[in-house]
């Protein structure tokens, strides 16, 4: 992509960064209709459709070259707009299946799980990509492409796909008329933690209960 396409002054709807502003933008309402709370048995579905179309736009920012910011020292876009509420409201409609376990990095070896929130992890990735936002919208094209494809490498990127993992084996225990095993009990502040301790901490919860929870049902 050209520098003229990254500082256009006039949006095309076919240009890379509209396009993935599009997409990053279609993310963040998404989310926060979902913790709204309004269709609490479709929020596992809609959360892992809107992840995996976010994670879309990832690999786009990941494919592409180094994206150079205009400016040496990032602009100052003030305090950060609060994610409590949307964090706790997640935490609330994912209970009890939001405390799953994660490795951060597969390419490290004797690396142990820990515990992970799928509400902390959402609201993570809507922190950065607010940040890049602002910028898009302030009209630094690619001071926001920039933050984007960086945040990717850095957080979001590995945050959000853990997060689609943990969606994706919710809702492949119920459609798959399997028993899932919960870490119940077990918090993120409780640090790292071997797989002994994790099946010890482990609770059965059983498809039918998490399905009547999340508005799901096996399939027969």
Avoid: C
């Avoid at 709807?13 to 309402?29: G, K, T």
């Amino acid at each position: 992509m050209s520098d003229a396409t990254l500082h256009a002054t006039e949006p095309n709807p076919d240009d890379f960064a509209v396009q993935i502003s599009d997409q990053i933008e279609s993310f963040l309402v998404a989310v926060t209709e979902v913790a709204k709370g309004d269709e609490p048995g479709s929020t596992v579905p809609f959360l892992l459709l809107e992840v995996s179309q976010l994670l879309l736009a990832g690999g786009r920012l990941g494919a592409h070259e180094d994206i150079v910011p205009e400016e040496r020292y990032e602009p100052d876009l003030g305090p950060e707009p609060d994610v409590d509420e949307l964090r706790e409201n997640l935490a609330r409609l994912l209970d009890p299946v939001d405390v799953y376990s994660e490795v951060f990095d597969p390419y490290e070896p004797r690396k142990a799980p820990v515990p992970a929130r799928i509400s902390d992890d959402l609201a993570d990735v809507i922190t950065d990509l607010r940040h890049g936002m602002a910028h898009y919208r302030a009209g630094r094209t690619a001071e926001a492409l920039w933050w984007w494809q960086f945040s990717y490498f850095s957080n979001w990127g590995s945050t959000a796909s853990a997060t689609l993992r943990a969606l994706h084996s919710v809702l492949a225990h119920v459609r798959l008329n399997q028993p899932l095993e919960e870490l119940d009990g077990l918090d993120t502040d409780q640090g790292v933690m071997g797989d002994e301790t994790l099946e010890f901490e482990a609770g059965r919860v059983m498809e039918q209960e998490i399905g009547e929870q999340l508005g799901l049902r096996p399939a027969k």
